[in-house]
């Protein structure tokens, strides 16, 4: 019977949780929007946990945003070690997920082309 979730979820799991409370609790800069972790992905070996971050209120100011917490890194790993027992902790890279801001921009499409038809938008076509 195969499981349901892997080693490598259950730590990325864990690590996502840990680094959204670090962050919020340990991160004293100003560069930092509203940050939210919308996921973790591990390597196999776990060498290296890419950590993607959407961005809340200041999308414009993406890049420095992921600038800071890519030189917070190591000091985010420190904390991390210290937090949960994991024999290799893995080196963090920080990603800007652009989903929601994606997703914002085609709900917007959709209501337009809704408008355009004059159909309401919960109307079947």
Same mark, same amino acid.
């Given at each position: 019977?195969?499981?349901?979730?892997?080693?490598?979820?259950?730590?990325?799991?864990?690590?996502?949780?840990?680094?959204?409370?670090?962050?919020?609790?340990?991160?004293?800069? !100003?560069?930092?929007?509203?940050?939210? /972790?919308?996921?973790? #992905? %591990?390597?196999?070996?776990?060498?290296? =946990?890419? &950590? +993607? $971050?959407?961005?809340?209120?200041?999308?414009?100011?993406?890049?420095?945003?992921?600038?800071?917490?890519?030189? !917070?890194?190591?000091?985010?790993?420190? /904390?991390?070690?210290? #937090? %949960?027992?994991?024999?290799?902790?893995? =080196?963090? &890279? +920080? $990603?800007?997920?652009?989903?929601?801001?994606?997703?914002?921009?085609?709900?917007?499409?959709?209501?337009?082309?809704?408008?355009?038809?004059?159909?309401?938008?919960?109307?079947?076509?």
């Amino acid at each position: 019977m195969p499981r349901d979730f892997s080693r490598i979820d259950r730590v990325a799991d864990t690590l996502q949780k840990e680094l959204a409370y670090l962050i919020q609790q340990e991160m004293q800069d !100003a560069n930092l929007g509203i940050v939210t /972790l919308t996921q973790v #992905r %591990v390597s196999k070996d776990f060498s290296l =946990a890419k &950590v +993607f $971050v959407s961005i809340l209120f200041k999308e414009n100011e993406a890049k420095k945003t992921i600038q800071t917490l890519n030189k !917070a890194a190591g000091f985010l790993r420190g /904390l991390l070690a210290k #937090r %949960v027992r994991l024999r290799r902790m893995p =080196a963090l &890279v +920080f $990603v800007y997920d652009e989903t929601t801001v994606k997703a914002h921009r085609l709900h917007k499409l959709i209501d337009t082309a809704h408008k355009e038809d004059d159909l309401p938008p919960d109307e079947p076509t």
